[in-house]
């Protein structure tokens, strides 16, 4: 149901932007009306990893672009999505499976580099939580697994159960007076002092409207170019025996490789194995991401290689060519912000507050985003696939260096 109906903010896409927004501003007060084209959570929100991980992609290309002091603040902001989160699920009793614990792996020397300067960046930042380097033996006998030379353990981050956490906070803003429209697809925004938002079953018009459809929309064209929809794909295996539970993640940590074209995988509540990762394709075949990934798996679990595989799926993840978030105005009153890339748990909960505040009037932090040029690829609407197999391809090759 839609008719003619008016708001004070309306917010296109119900994933984690467009709810964490929603929930953010109807606590506020505001009048909300959140438009859907298919579920709540059906983009990359409801299919993700769950893999809880701090930090803004790309904020080494921030301190490029605008400087140490600027790297500094959005360093400060790493763990705000993580807090949001946690409030969250403790304040609307979100059962979502929230649990913490977290193994950056090393597979080369220089991931041990990288995994010493974070830890090292953690401990000057008086990181409250438990976080310290493996061993190649400890990694190995806590992930039962000799795939790996090291990792970084960190109980600041952790996984959880993303459709529920979504849908969970899709309830908490109606619970304070926000709509929701679902299977509703935008079809045009015309701007103005108060905005038109128009679908097949009626029209929104409102003060302000914040676009959230990350890499699914295609609804204006200055954000074309800036962003590419980059495929990741997830195999849950049948439940693991206690004894399989026992031998390869006893300590129920997520777990993530640091290649760009990167492996990840970690327990559910049932004690399925759900692996994801990135590869070239961009289809969703179950038969064929299951057959894809069933030979990853086994490369790290060989005692995993014959296991039941009960689901595959995939999904499009939002990656700026720069990796930062894109915040920013299509006009006065018409906000938008994606491209949390694969960090969006965390991010897209920042960057829900980060937008409510800018509708509200404080664009302090919505700015320091918004003034980070994006990277232009003319074209790259049209010529996406071409573009993002080669892009794979480059960070394949460098991946393997
Ligand atoms: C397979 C996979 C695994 C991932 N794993 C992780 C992980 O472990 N950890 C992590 O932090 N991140 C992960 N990510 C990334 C993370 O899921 C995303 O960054 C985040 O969910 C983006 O949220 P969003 O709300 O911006 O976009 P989405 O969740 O994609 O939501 C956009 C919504 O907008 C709607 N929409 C689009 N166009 C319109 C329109 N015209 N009208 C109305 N609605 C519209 C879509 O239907 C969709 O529901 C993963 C992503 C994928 C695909």
Redesign the pocket.
């Known amino acids: 149901m839609l008719g003619e109906q008016t708001a004070d903010v309306c917010v296109?896409?119900?994933?984690?932007?467009?709810i964490s927004t929603a929930l953010h501003l109807a606590e506020r007060g505001y009048n909300v009306h959140v438009?859907?084209?298919?579920r709540v959570?059906?983009?990359?929100?409801?299919?993700?990893?769950?893999?809880?991980?701090s930090g803004i992609a790309g904020e080494r290309n921030i301190g490029k672009n605008l400087g140490k002091d600027v790297e500094d603040v959005f360093g400060e902001l790493r763990w705000t999505g993580h807090d949001i989160i946690r409030e969250r699920v403790e304040k609307y009793g979100i059962k979502c499976d929230l649990k913490y614990g977290y193994l950056d792996v090393a597979i080369k020397k220089r991931h041990l580099r990288n995994i010493e300067a974070d830890h090292e960046r953690l401990q000057e930042s008086n990181f409250p939580h438990e976080s310290r380097i493996l061993s190649r033996d400890e990694t190995q006998e806590t992930l039962g697994t000799n795939a790996y030379i090291g990792a970084l353990l960190n109980m600041g981050n952790g996984h959880l159960h993303?459709l529920n956490l979504c849908i969970g906070e899709a309830r908490a803003a109606v619970s304070l007076g926000a709509t929701i429209y679902e299977q509703?697809?935008?079809?045009n925004i015309e701007k103005g002092s108060r905005p038109r938002i128009g679908t097949q079953q009626g029209t929104v018009t409102a003060d302000f409207v914040v676009l959230?459809?990350?890499?699914?929309?295609q609804?204006d064209r200055k954000l074309r170019g800036i962003m590419f929809p980059v495929?990741?794909?997830?195999i849950a295996t049948e439940p693991l025996s206690e004894k399989m539970v026992a031998e390869i993640n006893p300590q129920d940590l997520a777990v993530c490789d640091p290649n760009f074209v990167l492996e990840?995988f970690r327990l559910s509540a049932d004690k399925r194995m759900l692996f994801?990762g990135r590869f070239n394709y961009f289809g969703d075949d179950p038969e064929y991401i299951r057959k894809r990934h069933r030979a990853k798996l086994a490369r790290i679990y060989p005692q995993l290689a014959k296991i039941g595989i009960d689901y595959a799926w995939?999904?499009?993840?939002?990656v700026p060519i720069n990796r930062v978030p894109l915040l920013g105005r299509l006009s006065p009153n018409v906000f938008y912000?994606?491209g949390?890339?694969?960090?969006?748990?965390?991010?897209?909960h920042l960057a829900g507050r980060i937008m409510a505040d800018a509708v509200a009037g404080t664009v302090e932090q919505f700015d320091m985003f918004a003034d980070v040029k994006p990277f232009v690829v003319p074209g790259a609407h049209m010529f996406r696939k071409p573009m993002v197999t080669l892009g794979m391809l480059y960070y394949q090759i460098k991946d393997r260096l």
């Open positions: 296109i896409g119900a994933g984690f932007t467009g438009i859907e084209a298919n959570g059906w983009g990359a929100s409801g299919r993700n990893g769950g893999q809880l991980i993303p509703s697809p935008v079809l959230a459809g990350n890499a699914y929309h609804l495929n990741s794909f997830i990840y994801g995939g999904g499009a993840i939002g912000c994606q949390s890339s694969g960090h969006g748990v965390n991010v897209t």
